[in-house]
């Protein structure tokens, strides 16, 4: 489990958990979850093309991610962002049928961008995953008031002379280079788990947005790291351990949540704040 062929896919692992958490907690708070599952599939599609073609599958994934974002941003400035989102779904995943029925070569290869492989990272993927990631974290510390705002009190960012169609934007790029990142890792059908249940377990457990992202982080790793385990033990697919060790912390959440709740009288923090939790949350941001 910890010879020389794995110390790649624990490097490179242990950045994928650390940028879904970052990111996956202002999906949770912003409601994104939909485009952050719309995205991964763009990406797959990306990387489908640059396999037939025999392109570098990181590039593929990247440049599909980027143009689903800007896709699905485009089309909710003008109509229902949910539709936009299921149009671009829809969209890649008609361009990623039509790519893969050009070629019969690349089996194995699409099936680690679907549920991830755990002995596929190879040398040349750890730069540009730590380019990729060092940009998704910059990223969100920049803009990390403006998402913060945008996310539980978007009329005040308008009252403020906010864009928030534009921080939009920018967070669904952000999203898209998280997305480019971890699909090698644990695939394009359950990355979207990875940014979604510990993240969401950790909203469940404070509404502190900086501890809310260490909680996160710190879920991520384990999922991440508990999945690479089992899947080297079992061959297994990764994606089918992310989902479910997701899902568990995020069980595990709520049911503190409901317990701390029934205890003390206070209210449950919740995935999603309210108005109410919205001011404490921009409050305790500085």
């Not at 995953?129 to 996310?151: E, F």
């Not at 809310?212 to 079992?234: E, K, N, R």
């Not at 990764?238 to 595990?252: D, E, K, M, R, W």
């Amino acid at each position: 489990m910890f010879a020389g062929f794995m110390v790649n896919t624990w490097i490179v692992a242990t950045i994928v958990a650390i940028v879904a958490g970052v990111v996956g907690f202002f999906v949770v708070l912003r409601g994104s979850s939909f485009a952050a599952h719309a995205i991964p599939n763009a990406s797959f599609a990306g990387a489908a093309g640059a396999n037939l073609v025999g392109a570098n599958a990181v590039g593929g994934l990247l440049v599909f991610a980027v143009a689903g974002a800007l896709g699905i941003a485009f089309l909710s400035k003008r109509g229902r962002r949910d539709v936009a989102t299921a149009l671009a779904v829809v969209l890649m995943l008609a361009l990623g049928a039509l790519f893969l029925s050009f070629s019969t070569e690349y089996a194995a290869e699409t099936y680690s961008l679907l549920f991830g492989e755990v002995l596929g990272i190879s040398s040349s993927e750890l730069m540009p995953t730590v380019v990729l990631a060092l940009l998704a974290i910059v990223a969100v510390a920049t803009c990390w008031r403006l998402l913060l705002l945008t996310s539980v009190m978007p009329e005040l960012a308008e009252a403020r002379g906010v864009h928030t169609y534009r921080v939009e934007l920018v967070f669904l790029l952000i999203v898209a280079v998280a997305t480019s990142l971890s699909v090698p890792v644990v695939g394009a059908l359950l990355m979207f788990s990875l940014m979604i249940g510990p993240p969401a377990a950790a909203r469940s457990f404070t509404t502190n947005p900086f501890f809310a992202v260490v909680l996160a982080v710190s879920f991520a790793l384990a999922t991440v790291w508990a999945a690479i385990a089992a899947s080297y033990t079992t061959t297994w697919p990764i994606g089918f351990f992310v989902g479910v060790l997701g899902a568990a912390f995020f069980l595990t959440g709520r049911a503190y949540a409901v317990w701390r709740r029934d205890r003390t009288g206070a209210p449950a923090a919740r995935p999603s704040a309210g108005q109410s939790g919205a001011t404490e949350i921009v409050a305790r941001s500085g």
